[in-house]
C-alpha cells in the first residue's frame, strides 16, 4: 500500500510580505491595490475519487478538498451560478480527475491534477472563472 499526504497552501515571498522603499511607485502601487477588488477563496466540496487501475489490477483512492480563487468582483456571479450547475461541476471534476495519470499524483505542486480540475470547472461555470485551484487536503493511497 503507498500512500501521500500533502498540503498545499501557497508559496511565501509574497510582493506584498516585502518592505519595500516610500518611492512614488510604491504609492501609486498601494493606491491601486486598495480599489482593487481582492480574490476571493470559494469552497468546491470533499471529494473521495476512485480510479481503477485495470493494468496494474488495483485501485487508487483520492480524497482531497478542494477550492478556488475567483476574482472579488466575481463572487455574486459564482453565488448564482452554483446552484444551478454543482453537480454537473462535481460530476466533471470527478472525470477530469479520473484521467490524471498516475504519475502525477507523485507532483508535490499537483500542477497536472490543478490544471485539469481548473480547465474542467471553467468549462462548465463559463460566466465565472476561476482564477486557481487549491486542495486544503490531499490523500491517495493504492490497493
Known amino acids: 500500500m503507498m500512500s501521500a499526504c500533502l498540503l498545499n497552501i501557497g508559496c511565501g515571498n509574497d510582493a ?3 518592505p519595500e522603499a516610500n518611492t512614488k511607485s510604491h504609492q501609486q502601487s498601494a493606491r491601486a491595490k486598495t480599489t482593487r477588488p481582492s480574490d476571493e477563496k470559494v469552497n468546491l466540496g470533499e471529494f473521495t475519487i476512485t480510479v481503477p487501475q485495470v493494468d496494474l489490477g488495483t485501485t487508487i483512492v483520492l480524497e482531497f478538498e478542494l477550492f478556488a480563487k475567483i476574482k472579488g468582483s ?3 456571479k459564482f453565488e448564482a451560478v452554483m446552484p444551478r450547475v454543482e453537480h454537473r461541476l462535481r460530476d466533471e471534476i470527478i ?3 479520473r484521467g490524471v ?3 502525477d499524483l507523485w507532483d508535490p505542486d499537483l500542477r497536472q491534477l ?3 480540475i481548473l480547465d474542467a470547472a471553467n468549462r462548465v461555470l463559463k460566466v465565472v472563472q476561476l482564477q486557481s485551484i487549491g486542495l486544503n487536503r490531499f490523500e491517495f493511497f493504492e490497493r
Open 95 to 97: 472525470i477530469a480527475v
Open 16 to 18: 506584498d510580505d516585502v
Open 114 to 116: 490543478r490544471q485539469v
Open 74 to 76: 466575481d463572487a455574486g
Open 101 to 103: 495519470d498516475r504519475k
